[in-house]
Each structure stands twice: as structure tokens, then as C-alpha cells.
């Protein structure tokens, strides 16, 4: 299989953004992209257990977690519902945890590490928003491909040639 994201860097210089390295990739699938779906939230995964049991219709999931690594935003039982309801990919700027669970799943996953310990559930988080990190905008109805080699945004959807 080729790598995905140096091919879509050479190809389309001019509209993709390049995330800063910092994730690693801990789903069963390890390629993956799709349009952009944002929340942001600090150790509380309230809408994330919302998000993921809505139709994900291959779209992906960006968690700005605040960058905790105190709590996991997402384990196997929230990965597993958004594997079976269509997600292609959750990338998490915090941990997750279940990685052995999670890396078995049809679902691509990326965070910035992993932590044993459970969020809180206050229902608090803000949906589809803008939202900043590793030196990158996500935007809802953008889109975002991720592999081994990191994590890159478009503004729109983009087809290797």
C-alpha cells in the first residue's frame, strides 16, 4: 500500500496543511480520511459518546481534548460504536485508552498517547467549531487524511491522480 500523505503533499502543495507531529496511530485501519467533524472538550468525553453513535457516513472525528493527557477521551466501547456506525477515523489532540481493543477495529485512530484512566461526564463541550492545534485549523466540512506518515488538512476533498 503507498503512503498516502506524501503523495497527497506532492500533489497538492498549495492546499494542504501539514499537522505538527505529534500523534500516533493506534487503530486497526491506519490510513484513513474523510470530512471534517470537530468538538472540543476537556476531560470530559460526553460528545464524543454522542457524536460516535450517530451515522459517521465515513467522515472523521476531531477531539481538541486540550492536549490532557490525564484522562482518555475515547476507550474500545466508544471506538467499537463509531467502527460499526460508519466513522472512517477519530483523531484525538489527548490520549485513549483500550489501545490493544482499539488497534483490532475497523476505525483509524490517532492521539497523542494513551492513559488507563476515564473521563468524567459533565455533558460540557462545544460541537462543530473551529479548533486549533499542532499549527492547524480544523474546520467542520473540511477535509482530513491521516497515516503512519502524520496528519494533513484540505480544504476540500481531495483524489490522487
Not at 468538538?39 to 481538541?64: C, H, I, T, W, Y
Not at 490493544?100 to 461526564?121: C, F, R, W, Y
Not at 466540512?141 to 490522487?160: F, M, W
Request: net charge negative; proline share 4%; with cysteine.
Amino acid at each position: 500500500m503507498e503512503d498516502l500523505l506524501p503523495e497527497l503533499c506532492d500533489q497538492f502543495p498549495e492546499l494542504v496543511k501539514v499537522v505538527e507531529p505529534m500523534f500516533g496511530n493506534f487503530g486497526g485501519r491506519e490510513r484513513f480520511g474523510g470530512e471534517i467533524v470537530t468538538l472540543k472538550a476537556f476531560e470530559d468525553n460526553s460528545l464524543v459518546r454522542e457524536q460516535v453513535a450517530l451515522p459517521g457516513e465515513g467522515r472523521v472525528l476531531v477531539v481538541d481534548g486540550g492536549g490532557s493527557m490525564r484522562r482518555a477521551m475515547l476507550g474500545d466501547m466508544l471506538a467499537e460504536k463509531a467502527a460499526k456506525n460508519g466513522w472512517s477515523g477519530i483523531i484525538i489532540y489527548g490520549c485513549i485508552r483500550d489501545v490493544n481493543a482499539i488497534s483490532e477495529l475497523e476505525l483509524g485512530v490517532q492521539s497523542l498517547g494513551v492513559h488507563p484512566m476515564k473521563t468524567d461526564k459533565k455533558g460540557l463541550g462545544e460541537l462543530n467549531i473551529d479548533v486549533t492545534f499542532g499549527g492547524v485549523t480544523f474546520k467542520p466540512g473540511h477535509y482530513i487524511y491521516a497515516d503512519n506518515n502524520g496528519v494533513l488538512v484540505s480544504p476540500q476533498k481531495l483524489e490522487l491522480k
